[in-house]
């Protein structure tokens, strides 16, 4: 039974945000492996012209009005845009279904049910891949849709089909169905599949999906266009420029004239002409992998020329993005699995995980969704593939698939939205859309109207509030994820990649849970300003802890984003060999409303700046050239830097290194001709040639001695694959192309003798360590077979250890005698390894026990009967487990004294009530070390003692004839250790721990009788000083 969250149980009370749209969007935080995609059928979404409503002489005329056109359309979303609905919700990617011409009347409905006339308004019916429906747009509508959406930083993926056209479909004039549109020929598509029709045998690839017309993309063969179609390009007055297009585009590429070909040209028009941004691929499995690899590459190749004619418009330089929809795909099996052709041939980015809202959403829990899905998305442990290169897109809801999620959707989309990968937010999901019974097809119920006149605004604002925290943080969808507590339970997601780092920290349970003091498990220092997204309250970091002061059970923490303003730059031309003199032009634009920018550059390898030359006018080149430049605006914003390699004449030979992948079995490189795509004479054919490794590194290194640019591809003899790259210099390629050698380079020493320390689960029964060669991925000689050899055991610890002393960087895996086991991991100097790696010790660390307790001395006033003491958690201000209650505890006489004594002996600063045994008491004191209170607090005995008083200020401990004193103490930047008495300090060593054993990183700074400590980044708290001298350690008790 899953526990139902109550933190929505506020909401109604709450006003929704106010949404404004503003440049700054363009600059949110962007990543497709954090991706919150918003699916909408177009004609079910928004009308937004009414004028368009009906074209071809469609009726509103099916059953029920189920399935034919209802008047959604893109200016619709455009509509929506503007508005902000998308911006409070957190989307960063909007998919439409198809939006070109679909077929122009309705199938032919049974005899028996002539109301049954299923119009295509969902678009997946294609007429002609060259036009628009105008149902659903113009070419004006629906560039000022792509505009509009980039410019709220928000990506546009168009649904697409290659798989089929759709059915030949009817109109009725006078009680008689006729024809209004003709099918493509006989060559270019099939009507039924087998070997006994004469056709391929039925499979996946060949068999027409419920009887559409199956386009022939498995064929090679040439096939004319068919004749209706150049009629009605022939009527619409385009026809010689549809054929002109074509002409040019068979004689670049070289392509044969095969059904195949034709759709990828005019699929990809479409990115071309508009700046879409990616593809959502209807029916992926039905069409071969190889010809999706083939449209993805021309889509990359479309987009960045889209890109490089409109750079004030595009948001970024990625490439095209491409998901698809095969249900055999899905985030299931194990870790390393190996990765399905989709990916690895097709070349998508992504998939849609196809059974997520039965398998996952409905079946499992939040823990066993977040872990499964970060271990086989986002995990650097051999999972799904490696983070960022591969995706998967999880959902709730769809048009087409039955098993969708039917629970709690407040519930619901709390886990998606916080879910590891990318997700899909189905449209009304967020607004309480209710599916209903269709007396159609069964999917007309999932395809109902938006509930624009009976929104859930309490559920809407529930969605908005995770969507943007979502949205501004990219470590939710992309980053490791790590279960901090059980219940409540809270968790952490932390993203490293890519140049970009993010941290946030999730809590969930009933509402009035996390109304104090909230544990940061480290991920921010004191001092950082943390915003819970949920309840929009803002707080900072004390003591290790924030405080909200939030009644809701459900907290979502990150740092604020802040939405600085961008400048873009443009360098053209491309890096590239040229036979004559350069003309290098560049382009800068800001976000900043009012600034103007100014463009730097060097030609001399040093990183540009605003010192450098600045650009006025475009220049040339006419040698070997490096161009590096950047665009800074009035306001301060930078650009990135461009860096442009020009080879004006010959090119010279120079050397590329790859890395290859620990999974690779070989690195193999095979290059073209990068102007033509055309193959390079007397260079062998594909995979290329075997490069040479580079020492015992997992470095391969190839010459390229060739007399035009050429493009590179890294291969594992003809397996796994790079992507089409370019080069015309020295470079070094690990997923990306590096100047110089980044990590674990030829020539690098393995620095040996280094110590690994693994802290063994209380449910293992041994420590066992086994190394084998990283880069080869083999057996290391002489050391011991699986599951290698049992750790030393550290002190009374839970930690083991084992010195490493290889001359290959090794791999490591930590096993209980060969039953459970670590992930592979990897390590070249000292570490410690519980669930990640520490450089030093992060907890039940190998130290000597230390006394942290302290006396607290209370004068009893004349008219007390008592004198008690009571105890609490000062930060938390809260109760201590397992303290008394109140009024605590009797306090110890001094006998012939008014003082009273007691001990205090707590891992947390504690808060003192001083009092009468519940009656008569002190104000709430506060103290970390031995204190005498009379009113005020004493250092040493103030009056009526019977003994010597301590030294105030200070923390004593004498060694014979020799004294050492730390001071300040409490402390603040600086810890001082002071020596006296003949002690030479260089002979002294001081660590700093804090109250849990963890050693705190503290600089020492000379001093001529002194050793003292930079403690500027230690948070406030107690720590244990601990002084080693001779045979001698001593321990200093220090409070900052």
């Not at 290098?584 to 030609?603: K, Q």
């Amino acid at each position: 039974m899953k526990k139902r969250l109550l933190y929505f149980g506020l909401l109604l009370s709450l006003l929704l945000p106010k949404v404004g749209t503003s440049q700054s969007l363009r600059n949110l935080p962007f990543s497709w492996d954090n991706v919150t995609v918003y699916f909408l059928i177009t004609d079910r979404f928004n009308n937004g012209d009414t004028t368009n409503d009906i074209n071809f002489d469609r009726k509103q005329d099916s059953r029920n009005n189920e399935i034919d056109f209802h008047g959604g359309d893109i200016p619709g979303v455009t509509q929506k845009l503007r508005e902000g609905y998308f911006d409070a919700l957190g989307v960063s990617a909007i998919w439409v279904t198809p939006v070109v011409e679909n077929r122009h009347g309705f199938n032919n409905p049974p005899a028996n049910d002539p109301t049954f006339r299923d119009y295509p308004y969902h678009g997946y019916h294609t007429n002609d891949w060259t036009a628009f429906d105008p149902n659903f747009t113009s070419a004006e509508q629906f560039q000022e849709f792509i505009d509009e959406a980039h410019d709220h930083g928000i990506r546009v993926l168009l649904d697409i089909v290659m798989n089929h056209s759709g059915y030949r479909t009817y109109k009725e004039v006078n009680g008689q169905l006729q024809f209004v549109d003709e099918d493509y020929p006989s060559d270019w598509v099939r009507l039924t599949c087998g070997v006994e029709n004469g056709e391929l045998p039925c499979d996946d690839l060949t068999t027409p999906l419920f009887g559409l017309p199956d386009i022939r993309t498995e064929s090679f063969s040439e096939v004319a266009l068919p004749q209706w179609l150049l009629n009605k390009w022939d009527a619409e007055g385009r026809r010689q420029q549809e054929v002109d297009e074509l002409n040019a585009y068979f004689a670049r590429t070289g392509k044969p004239r095969a059904p195949r070909y034709y759709l990828i040209k005019w699929l990809t028009d479409w990115v071309r002409e508009y700046g879409i941004d990616g593809f959502r691929v209807d029916t992926e499995r039905h069409v071969g992998v190889d010809a999706w690899a083939e449209l993805k590459d021309e889509a990359v190749l479309a987009l960045q020329e889209w890109k490089q004619n409109n750079p004030t418009k595009k948001l970024d330089d990625l490439d095209f993005y491409m998901t698809g929809e095969h249900s055999g795909v899905n985030i299931i099996g194990n870790v390393g699995d190996n990765l399905p052709d989709d990916f690895t041939v097709g070349k998508f980015n992504s998939m849609i995980n196809f059974r997520s809202p039965k398998e996952a959403y409905t079946d499992l829990g939040q823990e066993e969704i977040f872990s499964s899905f970060a271990a086989k998305l986002n995990d650097n442990d051999g999972g799904f593939n490696t983070p960022g290169e591969y995706n998967m897109i999880s959902y709730l809801r769809s048009h087409d698939f039955s098993e969708f999620y039917t629970g709690n959707m407040f519930y619901g989309g709390t886990t998606l939205l916080l879910s590891p990968g990318g997700v899909q937010i189905y449209y009304g999901d967020e607004s309480g859309r209710q599916f209903f019974e269709s007396q159609t097809y069964v999917d007309a119920g999932y395809r109902g109207d938006m509930n624009w006149d009976s929104i859930d605004e309490a559920m809407l604002f529930h969605w908005r509030k995770l969507g943007t925290f979502r949205r501004q943080h990219i470590s939710v969808g992309a980053g490791s994820h790590q279960r901090m507590n059980e219940s409540p339970y809270i968790f952490k997601r932390e993203y490293n990649r890519n140049g970009e780092s993010d941290k946030t920290l999730v809590f969930q349970g009933q509402d009035g849970d996390f109304a104090g003091a909230l544990n940061v498990y480290g991920l921010w220092p004191d001092g950082t300003v943390l915003k819970d997204y949920f309840s929009d309250l803002t707080a900072t970091v004390t003591n290790g802890t924030v405080n909200f002061g939030t009644t809701f059970g459900l907290v979502l923490v990150g740092q604020p984003l802040d939405l600085s303003d961008s400048v873009s730059l443009t360098v053209n031309p491309a890096s590239g060999v040229y036979t004559s003199p350069v003309t290098v032009e560049m382009t800068a634009s800001t976000t900043a409303d009012g600034a103007s920018v100014s463009i730097f550059y060097t030609l001399d390898g040093t990183t540009p700046t605003a010192a450098s030359t600045p650009y006025t006018s475009s220049f040339e080149v006419g040698d070997n050239t490096t161009v590096r430049a950047i665009a800074i605006d009035s306001d301060g914003n930078e650009s990135p830097i461009i860096l442009r390699d020009y080879v004006v004449g010959d090119i010279s030979a120079f050397d590329v290194h790859f890395k290859k992948p620990a999974d690779w079995s070989s690195a193999y490189v095979y290059i073209f001709n990068q102007n033509t795509g055309a193959a390079l004479p007397g260079f062998p054919a594909w995979p290329g040639v075997a490069m040479t490794q580079e020492g015992n590194s997992p470095w391969y290194k190839y010459t390229i001695d060739q007399d035009v640019q050429v493009g590179i591809v890294f291969n594992d003899n003809g397996g796994a694959q790079s992507d089409d790259l370019t080069r015309i210099s020295e470079g070094w390629y690990d997923n990306q192309w590096f100047d110089t050698c980044p990590s674990e380079c030829p020539g690098d020493i393995i620095d040996t003798a280094f110590d690994v320390y693994f802290k063994k689960p209380a449910s293992w029964n041994s420590a066992y360590i086994y190394l084998y060669d990283r880069n080869a991925n083999a057996a290391i000689p002489g050391f011991p077979a699986w599951p290698g050899i049992p750790m030393t055991t550290v002190k009374d610890t839970p930690w083991f250890k084992y010195t490493i002393d290889q001359t290959v960087e090794v791999g490591i895996v930590f096993n209980d005698n060969g039953g459970a086991q670590s992930d592979d991991l990897f390590r070249t100097t000292e570490g410690w390894y519980d669930n990640q790696w520490f450089d030093t010790c992060p907890s039940e660390c190998p130290v000597d026990i230390i006394d942290t307790s302290f006396d607290v001395y209370f004068k009893k006033p004349a008219s007390w009967s008592t004198a008690y003491i009571y105890i609490y958690d000062k930060n938390a201000n809260a109760t201590i487990p397992g303290a008394p209650a109140w009024p605590g505890v009797p306090m110890k006489a001094l006998v012939g004294t008014p003082w009273y004594s007691a001990t205090i002996d707590e891992t947390v600063e504690v808060g003192i009530v001083f009092n009468d045994n519940g009656g008569a008491q002190s104000p709430d004191v506060f103290r970390t070390a031995d204190g005498w209170y009379d009113n005020q607090w004493f250092d040493s005995c103030p009056s009526d003692c019977t003994r010597a008083s301590a030294q105030s200020g200070t923390s004593i401990f004498k060694t014979g004839n020799q004294t050492i004193s730390a001071s300040p103490n409490p402390f603040t930047n600086t810890l001082t250790l002071s020596v006296a008495n003949g002690l030479n300090k260089s002979s002294i060593e001081a660590v700093v721990y804090d109250l849990q054993g963890k050693q705190m990183k503290v600089s020492p700074v000379e001093g001529a009788n002194t050793l003292t400590f930079d403690t500027s980044a230690l948070p406030k708290g107690m720590y244990i000083l601990r002084v080693n001298y001779g045979s001698t350690s001593e321990i200093i008790k220090v409070v900052k």
